[in-house]
């Protein structure tokens, strides 16, 4: 298995050109948040926005309006439980990040088939939380989009059938297949599967055990995938750099809250960066 290194995620991290514009960094759309979870569409937004993504657009139940554009007031807003707004809104981005808060009612329902159905091949779709759960349970069509599932240690179970101790790297690897997907399979030391490659990452701690965690990365991912140079980059720079600034926030904190390590995402983008002293003027 390759280890996601600092040395490694300096090598993908991408240099803003100086003739570029909000759409040289891509759109994302977070889907999401139902009427008890939009925190977690929120968290998942805030990360697209603070990770760098130029255009950012929430999918969230209406419920959530205020509370988005108080706290980030950058993010566009798009009723999910409009079927033909959300179609519109996922036909010209060029990735989606389904699932945090979703949850797995009818209009949940809804949401994730339209999706399903309204992707196409030059897209990624990032399927996470309660997404995963519908996507096992529900009829859906495969995706035309690039899939990327996001899967903690109980949502794996629920993909796969395999309980823990049966979940060696060559049988995860033949589900990814099986799945189609490039799987980000999140527990201590986060193992991603993409293509023929394993790796596993080497940062990360206890301190990052809370709510939202996870909601926190996936927007994360859904922020640096259109900025890098190959999906399978952004996506391994995402995870590595959600638990580095979780490693250094814990030598003073005893939980990382998702909300502190968001705000920290554009430092240790900088830090990582080859033109980390440059000035623009
Ligand atoms: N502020 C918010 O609105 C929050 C919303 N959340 C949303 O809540 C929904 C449900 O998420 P859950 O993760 O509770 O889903 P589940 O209830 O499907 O998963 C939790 C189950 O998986 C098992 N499990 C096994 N290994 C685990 C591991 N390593 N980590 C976590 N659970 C493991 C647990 O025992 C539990 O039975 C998601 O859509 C998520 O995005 C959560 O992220 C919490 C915060
Ligand atoms: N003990 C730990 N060590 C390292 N990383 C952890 C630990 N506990 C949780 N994490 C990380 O926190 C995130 C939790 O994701 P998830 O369970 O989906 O959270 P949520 O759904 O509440 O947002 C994952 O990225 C996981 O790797
Ligand atoms: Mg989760």
């Given amino acids: 298995m390759d280890r996601i290194t600092k040395e490694k995620v300096r090598t993908f991290m991408p240099t803003r050109n100086p003739n570029s514009y909000k759409g040289s960094y891509g759109s994302v759309l977070l889907v999401g948040g139902n009427e008890n979870m939009g925190g977690a569409i929120i ?17 969230t139940h209406p419920s959530n309006k ?3 554009h108080a706290r980030l007031p950058e993010a566009m807003f798009v009723d999910m439980t409009d079927t033909n707004a959300l179609k519109q ?6 990735i989606i990040v389904l699932g945090p808060g979703l949850g797995r009612g009818e209009i949940s329902k809804n949401v994730l088939q ?9 897209q990624t779709l990032l399927v ?15 995706p035309s989009a690039t899939l990327i599932l996001t899967p903690h240690l109980g949502e794996w179970r629920t993909l796969t059938g395999l309980s823990p101790d049966d979940q060696y790297d060559n049988v995860n690897m033949d589900h990814a297949k099986k799945l189609n997907a490039i799987v980000v399979l999140k527990k201590s ?3 991603i599967y993409c293509d023929e490659e394993t790796w596993e990452n080497t940062t990360g701690n206890p301190s990052m055990s809370t709510g939202g965690m996870g909601d926190a990365l996936a927007g994360m991912i859904g922020g640096f995938v259109p900025q890098f140079d190959t999906i399978k980059e952004g996506v391994l720079s995402a995870v590595y750099l959600h638990s580095y600034i979780a490693d250094d926030l814990s030598l003073t904190q005893y939980v990382t ?3 502190k390590i968001i705000e920290q995402i554009p430092t240790v983008m900088k830090e ?10």
Avoid at 43 to 59: K, N, P
Avoid at 114 to 122: D, L
């Fill in 43 to 59: 968290l998942a937004a805030s990360a697209a926005v603070y990770s760098g993504a130029g255009l950012v657009t929430v999918a």
């Fill in 66 to 68: 205020s509370a988005l």
């Fill in 89 to 94: 809104h996922v036909e010209p981005v060029d």
């Fill in 114 to 122: 339209t999706v399903y159905q309204s992707v196409s091949s030059h």
């Fill in 128 to 142: 996470d939380g309660d997404g995963i759960y519908l996507h096992v349970n529900e009829e859906v069509p495969e």
């Fill in 189 to 191: 030391r986060t193992e």
């Fill in 257 to 259: 809250l998702p909300t």
């Fill in 272 to 281: 990582f960066t080859k033109d980390q002293n440059r000035r623009w003027i």
